[in-house]
């Protein structure tokens, strides 16, 4: 037969407290990434990242989710078409209802008619949908992380730039390191716009791209073949997506 514990033998927290504290979060390793000096190649040193910023496992539901957020941003939405109530003209019915033998009709504006209004077109609205933030920013790690374990992630050292805007210069650059067209082209991005390097870059299209992190997103980290990235411009996007990661863990106390 169970017997009934008395209340006063039970642990309660005291009264007008929640029964939830904060412990720290768990321990995450870090990994390890090597910077090198550009355009040489040459390895600097190295940095620690936390795993759940640089070694997170593959979410391809996610990073599709991102993918498809953002397209749906950048849609204008813009088409427009005239309903027979917006064309210019008059009101005035063509032919009379019966005694003609043809079909019944109306104004000049009928959508059948030539120069008419259009049934059913399209009007200008909006396409973006609603992504999570933590979504979002777990997608952008995701990414870096599908990078960094495949071995394209290169970091290099901040202020990377050329000594001059010449596309063969940049072209040689990237035969060298295999980051060419043949390689599958890349991504550079840097923290703020390198004159000479985006001019060379622009002029070299067929080689790879450079952006500013500002402009950049979720499917152009996917989209080349590799990422080359300045190590200030990398701390700041993984700084700027991480609102998913709790800084305490929740933890009932009884």
């Excluded at 391809?60 to 941003?73: K, T």
């Excluded at 009379?96 to 019944?104: C, V």
């Excluded at 609205?125 to 992504?131: A, I, M």
């Amino acid at each position: 037969m169970a017997t009934e514990t008395p209340l006063s033998a039970v642990n309660l927290p005291p009264p007008g407290t929640s029964p939830l504290t904060r412990r720290p979060a768990p321990v995450v390793p870090d990994v390890l990434a090597t910077v090198y000096k550009f355009p040489t190649m040459e390895p600097a040193r190295f940095a620690l990242y936390p795993a759940n910023h640089l070694h997170l496992p593959l979410r391809r539901d996610i990073l599709h989710r991102a993918v498809i957020f953002e397209g749906d941003a950048t849609r204008k939405g813009t088409a427009s078409t005239k309903w027979r109530g917006d064309v210019h003209g008059s009101g005035r019915k063509i032919r009379p209802q019966k005694g003609t033998g043809k079909a019944r009709l109306g104004d000049k504006k009928n959508p059948m008619l030539r120069g008419g209004g259009v049934a059913f077109g399209p009007h200008p609205r909006d396409f973006s949908t609603k992504l999570p933030r933590k979504v979002y920013d777990l997608a952008w790690r995701t990414a870096l992380s599908y990078r960094y374990r495949r071995g394209e992630l290169i970091v290099i050292e901040n202020n990377a730039d050329i000594e001059m805007a010449e596309p063969r210069w940049i072209t040689k650059i990237m035969e060298w390191n295999h980051w060419g067209n043949a390689d599958g082209r890349s991504l550079i991005i840097t923290r703020k716009r390198k004159h000479n390097l985006f001019e060379a870059m622009a002029l070299a299209g067929r080689e790879g791209k450079a952006k500013t992190e500002e402009d950049i997103d979720v499917k152009d980290i996917l989209e080349l073949g590799r990422i080359i990235i300045e190590k200030r411009a990398l701390d700041s996007i993984l700084k700027r997506h991480s609102s998913d990661l709790n800084r305490t863990v929740p933890s009932a106390v009884y």
